[in-house]
């Protein structure tokens, strides 16, 4: 699907399986869809992606598309506002909302690329490495599996953050929740910080208990501990607990995070759902208004240049970038980490010190690789993608358009 004019707009939707089936607290899955937006201008061409169904690639071109046809591609904020009007009989929250974040990605992307300058260095550089975290530790792990993936990211990658999810079950599984909160923490001592996730699955005072227990392994970070609706209750779990309660990822727009702010410690943002760069930039300002702690949920790769862009985003290195595109899977994972090691200064590498840098890329450069891998055999092939992944193991990156 294509739009014409001075902007143009290509959207695909790929379903690619997880390795087996993962779970948290309130939902499981067994396979996710990304949909990739593509903005050219000028020969030039910026990405930007987001995780939904595969109907937002037809919202992008056909709803969106017209809105940026005659919009100078140097002028997203210009861009940006004609989409919001774009989606006012249409709703900004959902599926709307996915397809406007992917595009704003994608046209912060292509004036990067139109100027010739790295996407971070475009926003605005103020660090040159982001703090991160290990995101994964699913409800569906074994001992020996959450064991096995908390040592890779400690010892092995040297991340002195990690986070599992706990509330299995819609939250029915408390002393299970618990045993593996005690488990992590064994597993990587007392030095690394430890963070919990519960999806929203505990009830007010169901949180409160737990999360005394949580208290006393050290948890530092309680993301969700009750619906992210709830902001009565996430107060109260706040206020009666010494970690740090954390909700937002469902949030589509400015207005969602001004109501959750008295309510967390730290608002958690996600860049393919808020409205993308734009709107995360004014979440990261009225974060800082507030004294509020920002974190970016999910996809690392989209949120590592607007991380080490702006002062409040900046700020805080208590609470990062998650690690792991938690609900993706590890094939791409890896793909994407293979992808970038080949492309010098294309994008985040491996953390050190539990901190990821950011290179100098131009533009889309990386993020193209990555494009190109994860839609594997649709794009380049499934024997280019085996052997970018090093493994031999087959991706099935399956198109929907």
């Not at 045993?179 to 910080?193: I, K, L």
């Not at 900046?314 to 793909?335: E, F, I, K, W």
């Amino acid at each position: 699907m294509t739009t014409g004019g001075g902007v143009r707009l290509a959207a695909s939707a790929y379903t690619v399986p997880t390795d087996r089936p993962e779970a948290d607290g309130t939902l499981a899955w067994d396979s996710t869809t990304l949909v990739l937006v593509e903005a050219s201008a000028e020969d030039r061409t910026g990405l930007g992606w987001t995780y939904g169904p595969a109907q937002v690639a037809g919202v992008a071109t056909d709803l969106l598309g017209p809105a940026v046809t005659d919009v100078d591609p140097r002028q997203v904020p210009a861009a940006q506002l004609a989409m919001q009007r774009a989606l006012r009989n249409a709703g900004r929250p959902g599926v709307a909302g996915l397809a406007l974040s992917a595009v704003d990605c994608a046209l912060w992307d292509l004036k990067a690329r139109l100027v010739d300058v790295s996407l971070t260095d475009l926003l605005g550089r103020c660090r040159d490495a982001v703090p991160v975290y290990g995101s994964g530790g699913f409800t569906t792990y074994d001992g020996e599996e959450q064991d096995r993936q908390l040592r890779g990211w400690t010892e092995e990658q040297g991340i002195p953050r990690v986070k599992i999810k706990i509330g299995e079950s819609c939250g029915s599984e408390e002393r299970r929740d618990l045993a593996r909160v005690r488990a992590a923490r064994r597993s990587v001592g007392d030095g690394v910080e430890l963070y919990v996730d519960a999806n929203g699955a505990y009830s007010r005072k169901q949180a409160v208990r737990v999360g005394a227990a949580l208290d006393a392994c050290g948890v530092t970070w309680f993301e969700e501990p009750v619906s992210s609706d709830d902001l009565a209750g996430l107060a109260l779990v706040r206020d009666r607990l010494q970690a740090d309660v954390a909700a937002g990822e469902y949030g589509y727009d400015l207005a969602y995070f001004a109501r959750l702010a008295p309510s967390v410690d730290c608002l958690q943002v996600d860049v393919t759902r808020c409205g993308g760069i734009s709107e995360l930039l004014r979440v990261a300002a009225l974060a800082a208004g507030h004294g509020l702690s920002v974190s970016t949920h999910c996809a690392p790769h989209a949120h590592l240049a607007a991380a080490a862009a702006g002062s409040e985003l900046a700020a805080d290195d208590r609470h990062p970038v998650g690690g792991r595109q938690h609900v993706d899977s590890r094939q791409l994972h890896h793909l994407w980490d293979r992808a970038a090691r080949r492309h010098a200064d294309a994008g985040p590498r491996r953390p050190v010190d539990g901190y990821a840098a950011r290179g100098g890329a131009r533009g889309a450069e990386a993020r193209r690789a990555l494009a190109e891998q994860i839609v594997g055999r649709c794009i380049v092939g499934l024997a280019a993608v085996a052997e970018a992944a090093g493994d031999g193991t087959e991706r099935d990156g399956r198109p929907q358009r």
